[in-house]
């Protein structure tokens, strides 16, 4: 019978946990709780949320992937938040300690840290000095001094002195009262809740260089005498912080700010006496209370909010280092395609030449060679000779250089092959070529291009991302294609689901052609496993391409659940149903038909047909399984099927005779290529081998919060050059062509080297061995011009971060290994 009741019961609690989540979720959302009772039921039953978002629009009312992103994380956190409650309670029950105010109390935390604040008295432990004293029989002493003031501690001590206990004088008694008021102080989950807040808004991060460090840890030389308040630090520059304390060369301390004088109380400490009515009469025991509560206060509470503080900072800095990250490779991914046009590869290499690969328009591999046109053999005109008759015996109509060691120099000899066979119809293009190393020495790629040497697979993949980049990119790790900012300092974790959800997203949003795409390409396909993509390749190279999309139930293990996720984003060009080539689904054919019906029309002739198609009522097909939504996207797949929503594909125009960085004067306006969008700004390549700085002060005459919100990665856009240092090889830019230029070339400092070091791009990589990094560059800090910032403790003007992104740099921030 209790046990029928305790299952009740526990059903009654997880119904309403559920509901609790839901609600919480959808405030959050700013959308119905219905809403997200039924994606969160969909995401259960195993549908993707690339699914839900484009094939379940009436069941969530539309719900887009940006929210049911959301949706799925904030779910994740609070199905966790609910199992760490249940864990608690029953902690608590089971020591008999659970009354109902504390459990009302328990199921009242709204997030992990108050509930853990909440459990911290009843959360089993090693044994403190307060539990000792508890056991010697002093809290009655403890809870006499703190109730009844006008007691004298000394005299009240003396009768509580017990040798076999422990407590040998009055003032191992009094040690022991204070230590059980201190943890008493220590766990009202109210106050420190409250202190935390208060120290979270007043509080600063201070920085001060280890002694004898200076030299070593010279690139975090704006750190070295260094304070900001909490609620200022940008994201960078706390992991650039946590960095320089991790190499040790910064020490770092969280203090509480309130200005205080040393010798008199905090305003914290006032808190901590208020919460218990601890006041300074001049009793007896005023002293002695509020020497507890100092006491408390430097050894157990700032110590703890220090500890929060810090990871709710890193937590913050991580979230948003992810954030940029996730957004830049989303710019990546979605970058204009080239198309199916052939294309010859350029790996740039001195010493051991210039690798080449030449691919057709559908990506096959037909030819590779090694040339060798700069120091130390300069073959050049046989490196021309040879470009072309490859160029000319595979109709190649597209150059793609890497930018690594090297990328100007080939760019150059790429530009006199053009020069000298202007029948060739070429057209070259600067290509990253981040992560390219990773892609050569992977299994996939060995199964892919199992006879060619592996320094050759880096230019097949190079030719590849020009046609089209998402397909190529999807075959390597996220974190290798070099897009992000400290991305070796946040949670490996929480960045590879983050990265995972953005490739996943981008292929189901462009969608795949099931009979040329690769197993990487398919795994990122809604409801295909590794497994099911190895099974559909080896199911197509055994029978051949697929005809239909009906087809796919014939590959083994590819069950109606998996159809069902995946036949809407694998397309079948030229098929034998030109519905298969588009985005709708299988499961609305009937609905097409209806409409082919109605219209009178022939499937060929329909789809395309502006005229016919606007003349359908989307209303009039409305039944009881597709809704208003989904009929209008089929109206519109129809109208323009397989619509890609990556942009047209140009190429920028590098000025002639720009090709180095001395080469560039201040005022001269230039066209370029954004390969990086950070928290403070974008990078430029202008085609001088260095990436220039666009500070996000220089990126509008009007504030701008978020750079992304102005460019993205891939953007070609024309910039004014403000000021070059050549020595630090940096370049400040700016989008505001009526911004005025520096007086001439400088040499100035701009930024630390730990921030800068956190974004930009050099040309080299570490990561093929043998290819060194050319080292920093990046721009002007602060204002885009002449710095600015906030002031430090040191006087200096903060500048805000620029610099290098290198590939295989592991140094602070958007470094790709």
Not at 214 to 219: L, V
Not at 460 to 476: N, W
Not at 493 to 509: P, Y
Not at 802 to 814: E, H, I, K, M
Request: proline fraction near 4%; glycine fraction near 10%; charged fraction near 30%.
């Amino acid at each position: 019978m209790l046990d029928r009741i305790w299952r009740r019961s526990q059903k009654r609690r997880s119904s309403n946990v559920t509901t609790s989540v839901h609600h919480k979720i959808a405030e959050e959302l700013g959308v119905r709780e219905r809403q997200v009772g039924s994606a969160v039921e969909l995401l259960d039953g195993g549908a993707t949320v690339p699914f839900i978002a484009r094939y379940r629009k009436e069941a969530t009312d539309g719900l887009d992937d940006s929210q049911l992103r959301h949706l799925e994380e904030r779910l994740r956190y609070l199905r966790e938040l609910e199992e760490r409650r249940a864990t608690v309670l029953e902690s608590i029950r089971s020591q008999g300690k659970l009354d109902d105010e504390l459990e009302a109390r328990i199921n009242a935390a709204d997030s992990k840290a108050r509930l853990e604040d909440i459990y911290l008295p009843y959360k089993p432990k090693r044994r403190t000095k307060a539990q000792i004293a508890i056991e010697a029989g002093l809290e009655p002493l403890a809870e006499l001094l703190l109730s009844a003031p006008d007691n004298d501690p000394e005299t009240s001590a003396a009768e509580y002195v017990d040798a076999e206990a422990g407590v040998a004088d009055t003032t191992a008694a009094l040690e022991g009262a204070r230590s059980i008021l201190v943890e008493r102080f220590s766990e009202d989950a109210d106050l420190i809740g409250e202190l935390r807040e208060r120290m979270w808004a007043r509080g600063r991060m201070v920085s001060r260089v280890r002694e004898g460090k200076q030299e070593q840890g010279a690139k975090f030389a704006d750190y070295f005498e260094f304070s900001e308040p909490f609620t200022a630090l940008p994201s960078h520059r706390v992991l650039a912080l946590l960095r320089g304390e991790n190499e040790e060369v910064l020490e770092l301390a969280l203090e509480p700010d309130d200005g205080t004088p040393q010798d008199e109380p905090t305003d914290y400490e006032r808190r901590i006496a208020q919460q218990f009515g601890i006041t300074d009469g001049g009793r007896p025991a005023d002293a002695w209370l509020n020497a507890a509560v100092r006491w408390a206060w430097r050894t157990r509470v700032l110590t703890r909010l220090a500890v929060d503080l810090r990871l709710r900072l890193r937590q913050h800095a991580e979230d948003e280092a992810v954030r940029v990250f996730a957004a830049n490779l989303r710019d990546l991914l979605l970058a204009a395609p080239a198309g199916t046009r052939p294309t010859m590869g350029l790996d740039p290499g001195y010493r051991t030449g210039v690798k080449v690969a030449v691919v057709d328009a559908t990506g096959k591999l037909v030819a590779t060679e090694t040339i060798y046109p700069h120091q130390p053999q300069r073959r050049w005109d046989q490196a021309v000779d040879v470009l072309a008759k490859l160029a000319a015996e595979h109709a190649v109509d597209l150059v793609a250089i890497g930018n690594g060691t090297a990328s100007r120099e080939t760019d150059k000899l790429a530009g006199e092959l053009i020069g000298k066979h202007p029948e060739l119809g070429l057209t070259k293009m600067s290509v990253s070529e981040a992560g390219a190393s990773v892609y050569s020495a992977s299994p996939y790629a060995s199964r892919e291009l199992p006879d060619l040497d592996v320094s050759l697979r880096g230019a097949v993949s190079i030719a590849r991302r020009l046609q089209d980049p998402l397909a190529e990119l999807v075959k390597i790790d996220p974190k290798s294609i070099g897009v992000g900012q400290y991305q070796h300092d946040v949670s490996e974790s929480k960045l590879s689901h983050s990265l995972d959800a953005v490739v996943e997203d981008c292929v189901n949003a462009v969608g795949v052609d099931v009979n040329t795409a690769s197993v990487p390409l398919l795994t990122r396909v809604s409801g295909v496993t590794a497994g099911l993509a190895d099974n559909i390749v080896a199911h197509r190279d055994a029978n051949g391409p697929f005809r239909e999309r009906s087809a796919l139930k014939d590959v083994a293990r590819l069950g109606p659940k998996s159809f069902e996720q995946c036949a809407g984003f694998l397309r079948i060009p030229d098929g034998d149903d030109p519905l298969d080539s588009s985005a709708v689904h299988p499961e609305a054919y009937p609905v097409v038909h209806r409409i082919l019906e109605t219209t009178g029309s022939e499937i060929g002739t329909l789809i395309g047909n502006s005229g016919v198609l606007g003349g359908v009522r989307a209303q009039d097909f409305v039944d009881d399984r597709f809704g208003l939504p989904t009929i209008s996207d089929i109206l519109s797949e129809l109208d323009k099927p397989g619509r890609d929503p990556r942009p047209e594909f140009r190429t920028a125009e590098f000025a002639e005779g720009v090709e180095k960085l001395a080469d560039l004067t201040p005022g001269m306006q230039l066209e370029g290529v954004v390969t990086n969008v950070a928290a403070f700004g974008a990078f430029v390549d202008v085609g001088v081998h260095q990436d220039g700085l666009v500070h996000v002060s220089a990126m509008s005459k009007n504030f701008v919060n978020d750079p992304h919100d102005v460019v993205k990665s891939g953007d070609i856009v024309r910039v004014k050059v403000l000021d070059v240092d050549v020595d630090r090889k940096r370049i400040s830019l700016t989008l505001r062509l009526d911004d005025e230029a520096a007086g001439g070339k400088s040499n100035r400092t701009a930024g630390s080297g730990a921030e800068r070091d956190g974004g930009g791009k050099s040309r080299g990589r570490n990561d093929r061995g043998g290819k060194g990094s050319k080292g920093g560059n990046g721009g002007q800090g602060g204002s885009g011009r002449n710095g600015g910032g906030k002031q430090n403790r040191g006087g200096q003007r903060k500048q805000e971060p620029q610099g290098a992104l290198a590939d295989a740099l592991r140094r602070a921030g958007f470094d790709n290994n």
